[in-house]
């Protein structure tokens, strides 16, 4: 089984280089996918309101936009909640900006879970840059070039200049095997308890004592009356 997802986050380089873009994400056991998304510059004007995500329209409604306003920076924010892989992959229409993206991948192989990408900040100026990826993963990380904050999440702080890339592996069950095998758990054990009522009932009925037929009568002598 093999499933991928594809996040293309554009972000608009600005002369000035103040750029903030924050990304948490955190997978659960069952390959869904929650998240924050920050996207964010400092105004230029008092017009100016920076950034703005719009969701795709086949996740209008799962996905919550509103606005940002925090250390100076302005733009947008948006909340997600149980996206699957193939949904976190239309997250990339979110940006109507164009300029330097970052690539996300996740795929499935069995029990592993892999996470690839890469992103261009060439284009975006040192000064005030902040770019930054987070994943939370339902298990321990085996592998990943980022900066582990505990067993099982990563951190990229991805430097303004240059051509970066994201690299992290994990294992944890896939969730279809888990749902087949409590199937099948759950099948055998009701097997198994109808075969004891079964068994149960006809001990019962093996050493149940064979009734007795109603008492004769014996009739009086003549002798008696």
């Known amino acids: 089984m093999l499933a991928s997802s594809a996040l293309a986050l554009l972000v608009v380089p600005l002369l000035a280089g103040c750029l903030r873009v924050q990304v948490s994400m955190g997978i659960s056991a069952d390959d869904k996918v929650s998240g924050q998304i920050v996207a964010a510059t400092v105004p230029t004007d008092e017009n100016d309101r920076g950034p703005q995500l719009t969701p795709p329209g086949a996740l209008t409604n799962r996905i919550r936009v509103q606005e940002y306003r925090r250390d100076g920076y302005v733009g947008t924010e948006a909340f997600f909640n149980g996206l699957s892989f193939g949904e976190v992959q239309q997250l990339g229409s979110m940006y109507s900006e164009t300029g330097t993206d970052l690539q996300l991948a996740l795929r499935r192989s069995g029990d592993l879970v892999s996470l690839d990408g890469r992103i261009n900040l060439e284009d975006?100026?040192?000064?005030?840059?902040?770019?930054?990826?987070?994943?939370?993963?339902?298990?321990?990380?085996?592998?990943?070039?980022?900066?582990?904050?505990?067993?099982?999440?990563?951190?990229?702080?991805?430097?303004?200049?240059?051509?970066?890339?994201?690299?992290?592996?994990?294992?944890?069950?896939?969730?279809?095997?888990?749902?087949f095998a409590g199937w099948a758990g759950m099948a055998a054990g009701v097997a198994i308890a109808v075969a004891a009522i079964v068994g149960v009932m006809a001990w019962s009925n093996r050493n149940r004592p064979t009734p007795r037929g109603p008492r004769r009568k014996t009739p009086l002598s003549s002798s008696t009356r």
């Open 124 to 179: 975006v100026p040192a000064q005030g840059a902040d770019v930054q990826f987070t994943v939370a993963f339902p298990a321990r990380v085996a592998t990943t070039n980022g900066v582990r904050q505990g067993d099982s999440t990563v951190t990229w702080k991805l430097p303004a200049g240059e051509v970066s890339t994201l690299r992290a592996e994990v294992r944890y069950p896939d969730p279809d095997t888990r749902s």
